[in-house]
């Protein structure tokens, strides 16, 4: 039986995982990592990329030539249309404050 009125040790601070940078209201509207996707709903898996499927969206799948490997996806909508690529960040850290400090200098 453990005390919770213990204080942390140096091990279990270090343990504890960091808060997810993002939007305010990141929990609620996203984006969302893998782990906190409604399970219940299928979801097209491309891999590094899980597209929630709707009637009328189409998919256009960018294929590297040597590798096969999906590079991108077009996305059509509405006439609308977005192109989403994965990208590999570190664990350590969040990108979301860089990057949205890239997008309002624009």
Not at 75 to 86: F, G, R
């Amino acid at each position: 039986m453990t005390d919770d009125t213990q204080p942390q040790t140096d091990q279990e601070i270090e343990a504890a995982p960091a808060p997810k940078s993002g939007p305010v209201d990141r929990e609620t509207t996203g984006p969302f990592d893998e782990s906190e996707a409604n399970a219940v709903r299928p979801y097209i898996d491309l891999g590094g990329i899980k597209i929630l499927p709707r009637e009328g969206l189409n998919l256009r799948l960018e294929v590297e030539e040597q590798t096969k490997r999906i590079v991108a996806v077009g996305l059509d909508y509405a006439e609308s249309t977005l192109q989403v690529q994965p990208f590999g960040a570190p664990r350590s850290s969040g990108l979301w404050e860089e990057t949205a400090s890239r997008s309002r200098s624009r």
